[in-house]
């Protein structure tokens, strides 16, 4: 009974693996079709022949400068992560360490922020970064969100669950609040930091809707913003969009493979104290 059981639970791993990598798998292999291979019906799994015609595209093509947009989106998802982690720490600190009046509601306020539909904030943002002159600069994919309400309360959480006789011990050698947080807490935070780094990366590099309303060069142009101007109006040429796919995939997947244990870690050690 227990190998009939343990049998079954496996199937059902391997099924749910199948359904997540049989798309990746399929963008792969028609990334190194033809554009006649690919517009086969019905199609087929293998490329027959095997071509660099996707990729060739990709860095051959002035008009969309795909390896541009790469390395725009690698800049601003790398700056904004870097933001969010030292804003979400900091603001997460004083809500979990320092004792003030109105702590609490603070925190409800930044929590509640949660809720609000991301594309509600759309125009007050525009208008904001207009103001500022930050349209059509990668500093208007950078800046705005790198406050992070979900930064903010996840860390709070795992701060919480530092034992705070730790702090205690610090403030009788003398440290202060900046010392406790640099050299106490955020060596103890590696796995949520690792946590909240990936998850900042993936929502700035995947995102589509505000860069498409604040960017306008081509030149300037993030890589999932400007995927969509390889779909054709009346041709879809699928091993380019394909090759693209692929590269917008790479950084994600290396991302993840190395912070791996640390995600895992991270998210299982914040809980919901508090």
Do not use: C
């Not at 205690?168 to 406790?180: F, K």
């Not at 589509?208 to 041709?235: D, H, K, N």
């Not at 493979?257 to 299982?268: K, P, T």
């Amino acid at each position: 009974m227990r190998n009939v059981r343990a049998v079954a639970r496996y199937g059902v791993l391997l099924l749910i693996t199948a359904i997540f990598v049989t798309p990746l798998v399929w963008m792969l292999l028609t990334s190194v079709k033809t554009y006649e291979d690919a517009q086969q019906v019905p199609p087929g799994w293998l490329p027959n022949p095997f071509s660099t015609y996707g990729y060739e595209q990709i860095i051959d093509n002035t008009a969309n400068p795909v390896l541009r947009w790469f390395v725009n989106s690698m800049l601003a998802a790398t700056l904004h992560t870097l933001l969010v982690l030292v804003t979400a720490s900091m603001a997460a600190y004083a809500l979990a360490r320092m004792r003030f009046r109105g702590r609490k509601l603070l925190f409800a306020l930044i929590v509640g922020t949660l809720f609000l539909p991301p594309t509600s904030l759309i125009i007050p943002n525009f208008i904001i970064a207009e103001r500022l002159s930050w349209i059509d600069t990668l500093t208007v994919v950078i800046v705005p969100g790198a406050a992070s309400a979900f930064g903010v309360f996840f860390l709070r959480q795992f701060f919480l669950s530092i034992p705070a006789e730790l702090e205690e011990a610090a403030v009788l050698d003398g440290a202060n609040h900046w010392q406790i947080f640099r050299q106490v807490l955020l060596p103890l935070s590696k796995p949520a930091l690792a946590t909240l780094a990936v998850l900042s990366f993936l929502t700035n590099w995947n995102d589509f809707l505000w860069p498409v309303y604040v960017l306008f060069s081509p030149e300037r142009l993030t890589l999932p913003a400007g995927l969509g101007l390889l779909q054709g109006a009346y041709v879809t040429d699928y091993p380019v969009i394909m090759a693209g796919a692929v590269l917008a995939s790479v950084p994600v997947l290396i991302l993840f493979v190395l912070a791996q244990r640390h995600v895992i870690q991270g998210v299982s050690r914040s809980g919901l104290k508090g």
